[in-house]
């Protein structure tokens, strides 16, 4: 069996190989090239220390040289290469006490997390497998190496990336390991928000995102991410919905493309249903006011993964305003334009048109032309040339100060006031007119 090493990849291997040292290409990268797809990096494995590896690479990084890496670089392109390690003992469910150099490969792959992850190769040798990783790539199988208890009690992120891994290539995973992961899934409570947020998105974002229901099921989302819990068991008695609030969700994340932020705007969607639900005489569920309810934990769980800001307010106001539905008038879909900013405009319509596709077939099509009358009237707003953010109204501050509108507050609120009055009649943003009724009215 034969991988096609990147150049770069094969010369570090050679090198280290030239010095009388043992080297392979490991992990990830070697399950992706046998599953024909691209790797993202290639990791290389070595019996060779990592002062001898700096000894043999004119330019190196220190990695993380405590645990046996070290980075060479290649014309400015970086390799992780790690010498054969054993683990010593693990206290925190996430690093182990010592690390021991070995000089033996079977042993650095006996310590990693699933049989697919566990395979080596080199030109020289070929593939490494210790583990019967081919065996269980074959048969689309997420197995532990080993005892599926001790790999999770070595790090319990490792119960994440089961499921992570199974839904971006579509596995399965293995019954043994499987009970593991139940049995020990509470260990999550020990990682940092950082690693959660990382294997919460790549699990997202991938071809099965409906794997949320296995993280559920397994109860993993109990710990990092209890508020799914809850929309899981939330019943919607409407004649719009056919599924419980969560699956809804699951279905809702099926119908949007990968993306970061849409994903995670279909996630967080109606996660303040369960807050908001009431009940009239006919016993028909209602959710009022469950859009802004969603966004306030949309944001709150988002701070506690330790979100980038600009990520958290685009899904914030995704989630605030998926339930807007304005008349299909121009003037009302300017102003949900200007509320959603006009970059996320068309993401919030690939949100809705998700959300009504998730649930129940009554008056689907009409809801479905709704929505592709409002993208009509937005592109109609486009092409116009209509006034739809403050940077495109005739005057600006600078107008403003020559006028003598002193800077601050003031001059905020008569440039917001002439906005609304361009937004409502389009025809008057021209800079002689809204000059004028600056004197006239404000001056």
């Known amino acids: 069996m034969t991988i096609q090493l990147p150049e770069k990849v094969k010369y570090i291997i050679e090198e280290l190989e030239r010095h009388g040292w043992e080297a392979y290409a490991v992990g990830g990268c070697v399950r992706d090239s046998l599953l024909g797809r691209n790797p993202n990096d290639w990791d290389i494995t070595t019996s060779a220390k990592p002062e001898q590896v700096k000894e043999i690479f004119h330019r190196t990084v220190d990695t993380g040289i405590q645990h046996g890496t070290v980075t060479v ?51 020289r040798t ?44 579509k596995f399965a995973i293995a019954e043994e390991t499987r009970q593991a992961m139940k049995e020990l899934s509470g260990n999550l409570s020990y990682i940092s928000a950082e690693r959660i947020q990382t294997e919460l998105l790549k699990l997202l974002v991938s071809e099965e995102p409906q794997r949320f229901k296995e993280a559920y099921e397994l109860g993993i989302t109990g710990i990092i991410l209890p508020e799914f819990d809850e929309i899981m068991t939330c019943t919607q008695e409407n004649i719009h919905h056919c599924y419980t609030v969560g699956q809804h969700t699951l279905e809702s ?47 709150t769980i988002m701070k506690r993964l330790k979100f980038d800001n600009d990520t958290m307010g685009k899904v914030v106001k995704l989630v605030e305003l998926h339930d807007h539905r304005p008349l299909l008038k121009k003037k009302s879909v300017k102003k949900l334009i200007v ?6 405009f068309l993401p919030l319509l690939k949100v809705k048109y998700a959300d009504t596709m998730a649930q129940s077939r009554y008056r689907r099509e009409e ?64 800079r002689e007119e809204l000059l004028a009724l600056v004197k006239e009215r404000y001056l």
């Open 73 to 123: 670089m290649l014309n400015r392109e970086g390799f992780e290469v790690t010498t054969y390690r054993i683990d010593g003992e693990y206290e925190d469910n996430r690093h182990p006490k010592e690390v021991i150099f070995t000089s033996d490969l079977v042993e650095d792959l006996k310590r990693r997390d699933f049989t697919i992850n566990a395979m080596a190769y080199n030109p």
């Open 126 to 169: 070929g593939l490494v497998d210790a583990f019967n990783g081919m065996e269980d790539m074959r048969n689309k199988c997420i197995r532990c190496v080993g005892n599926a208890r001790e790999r999770f009690c070595e790090d319990a992120l490792r119960i994440l990336r089961a499921v992570r891994f199974g839904a971006q290539l």
């Open 253 to 299: 994340l099926q119908h949007i493309e990968p993306d970061k932020v849409l994903r995670l705007a279909l996630l967080f969607h109606d996660f303040g249903k369960p807050k908001t639900k009431t009940m009239d005489e006919q016993q028909t569920a209602h959710f009022c006011g469950h859009a802004m309810e969603s966004a306030r934990m949309a944001e």
């Open 339 to 344: 509320k959603s900013g006009p970059e996320l």
């Open 367 to 430: 809801k479905l032309a709704y929505l592709a009358e409002l993208k009509c009237i937005y592109e109609r707003v486009l092409e116009e040339k209509e006034c739809i953010s403050l940077k495109e109204l005739a005057v600006n501050g600078k107008d403003m100060i020559a006028l003598g509108v002193p800077q601050g507050k003031r001059m905020g609120e008569i440039l917001k006031e002439l906005f609304e009055l361009v937004l409502e009649e389009p025809e008057r943003n021209n």
